[in-house]
């Protein structure tokens, strides 16, 4: 049966392949499977996005961020959403975003929102029944961390695609860091620990319009930036699977606990090996020693740049290959998305029937 699925991302930022923000590219490779399986893909999400289903474009970001721009992206959702309602048979609203809250939509339509940020970061009241909600996590770590409610479905690990993620590629003599420019992703750490251990350091990402942020890169990050130690901005996703393949190994010094980590995942498929900080979910997709190393404190991370040599890179592709499939990943969310669709109110959404197992053998 031909399904409409309405996803809706954070406001003001775009979905695609190349996006920065994790929940927008698991979004993003939602939107690809259910597209390719010949379901209508509805996406709520900033103008610029990149989908294969059909855009509802909201406004994009500006030059500055704060907090009457976010209440303005937020009141953008809630009409687009009502308006999507109304012109499409929706059959599920799947919630990307750290404020779905603000805008749920009400009434009836079953709605799925995937938790993508420590469960500390969202109100506490989203723990409590909302008319036909439920909500379900990226990672173990997450889960675990979340308070007991009924709303809580069984968690859905994130995946990458491993294939698209395999270059062949020289191995050159510097490390890497990947991600969002700001306080909580601790990159001032992994500069320090290159200069430490003597070692060349490329960092990549985007610096958002924050006040914090900026702050941030002004004061943390550009007074330890030089010849060895450089700073490229915001990258593709070609431009990133050439820096993840060709680096000797990814930095992730977080020092939030993350619920799960795409460039971790990315990082293994392309052969590197990742060094990180037991931040959330990092110790269960690191296995230390095998695909990397865990470290405590900035000494041991300098320490272990010294000794990541001895981390094979077929050991990455081959866990990667093994635990981070993203067809698995898309494979369960439809599955979900079935089971809430026939869920009668009172209803385990486990005894529910799913139909997609015609699905999952098409990809």
Not at 122 to 138: A, L, T
Request: hydrophobic share 40%.
């Amino acid at each position: 049966m031909k399904r409409t699925i309405l996803s809706v991302a954070y406001p003001l930022t775009r979905v695609g392949d190349d996006a920065v923000g994790g929940s927008e590219q698991i979004l993003a490779s939602l939107d690809n499977a259910f597209t390719q399986a010949g379901h209508h893909s509805l996406v709520i999400a900033a103008e610029g996005s990149r989908v294969k289903g059909t855009l509802i474009p909201s406004p994009a970001a500006p030059r500055h961020l704060d907090d009457g721009v976010r209440e303005a992206g937020r009141s953008a959702h809630r009409r687009l959403i009502m308006e999507a309602l109304q012109r499409y048979p929706v059959d599920l609203v799947h919630m990307h975003s750290l404020d779905f809250h603000c805008y749920v939509p009400p009434g009836k339509i079953p709605t799925l929102a995937t938790l993508h940020l420590p469960p500390d970061w969202y109100p506490s009241e989203i723990f409590e029944k909302r008319g036909r909600v439920m909500m379900n996590c990226v990672s173990r770590s997450q889960h675990q961390s979340c308070p007991p409610s009924p709303l809580l479905l069984d968690f859905i690990p994130n995946g990458v695609d491993t294939d698209r993620l395999r270059l062949d590629t020289r191995k050159r003599g510097f490390t890497l860091a990947v991600g969002r420019i700001c306080p909580e992703k601790g990159f001032h750490f992994a500069l320090d620990a290159a200069r430490l251990a003597g070692m060349k350091l490329i960092l990549a990402g985007e610096i958002f319009p924050y006040d914090s942020h900026l702050e941030y890169f002004k004061k943390e990050i550009s007074p330890r930036l030089n010849e060895d130690r450089k700073f490229v901005g915001p990258v593709d996703f070609t431009a990133k699977r050439r820096l993840l393949s060709q680096a000797k190994c990814l930095i992730i010094p977080s020092t939030v606990a993350e619920t799960s980590s795409l460039v971790a995942m990315e990082a293994l498929a392309c052969g590197t090996p990742v060094i990180a900080f037991p931040s959330g979910a990092l110790p269960d997709i690191v296995e230390h020693g095998v695909t990397g190393l865990i470290v405590q404190d900035l000494k041991e991370m300098a320490g272990a740049l010294r000794e990541i040599d001895r981390i094979q890179p077929e050991a990455c592709r081959a866990a990667a290959r093994a635990r981070f499939s993203v067809r698995t990943m898309q494979a369960r969310y439809l599955d979900l998305y079935e089971r809430l669709i026939h869920t009668q109110p009172g209803q385990d959404y486990r005894t529910a029937r799913s139909r997609t197992c015609a699905w999952a053998m098409a990809t």
